[in-house]
């Protein structure tokens, strides 16, 4: 069976089945015909055609197993992974509990949620959207020990907004919402802040994407949702 899986896999391409096939004719045209130079060419177009076959098989199964190692690489590293949450939650005051919660200027609190493991470099990515930019301050943070937390203030760019309401993360997610339908004034609308940062003890790069939900009517909110951990992409530096 492993024999005719091996046969089949030069069937995969065409210039497979063109080279692979033709070591049979030139191999006998190498043996039986007259001239001995005809017969050292036929040898060597035999040679050729299956050194080629054989290398294109064996190049195109190394890729896959290669890259199938890269995705257990992958996982086994997100899994061993330690996160950072986002902690951020504003409310608008219509009772004196709420008001303690009606802040749109306040931080975003970044927490190292490990019992034992150093988050460094550990930096807020800016969101973009159609409507404008949010950038977070400081652009990195160089150290957050194990449950231990962070403040990222928030700067916000785009057309149309005041230079007293930048500090304000609302100010950007208010000018998402087009008041087409009430359906959109009352579903959250979810947006992603990631969160990109090294674990101390092995230097491996990791980003959590935290989920964040803002709702316009009739409690206008904005809360943390779900978190994603995942390994952030080599620097190409």
Known sequence: MKFIAFLKSFTGRWFLLMSGPLTVPLGFAAVFVPSAW??????????????????????????EVHTLSRRVDDLTAVANAFQLHLEYYYLKATSDWES???DPARPLIVRNVSADRIAQN???????????????????VA??????????????EGAGVSPVLRDRLLTLLQKTYKDTS?????????????????????????ITACEILYTRWPDEEIRTGKREVKRAKPSSA
């Open 38 to 63: 005809m017969r050292i060419l036929f040898g060597l177009l035999t040679l050729t055609c299956g050194v080629f076959s054989a290398y294109r098989v064996w190049a195109e199964q190394y890729d």
């Open 143 to 156: 150290a957050i020990p194990p449950k231990e937390s962070a403040e990222f203030t928030v700067d916000v």
């Open 182 to 206: 009430m359906e959109e004034l009352v579903t959250p609308k979810a947006f992603s802040v990631e969160i990109q940062y090294e674990d101390a003890s092995t230097g491996a790069g990791y």
């Open 100 to 102: 303690l919660q009606d």
């Open 122 to 140: 550990v930096s807020v990515l800016a969101l973009v959207l159609p409507e404008g930019k949010a950038e977070f301050e400081p652009e990195v």
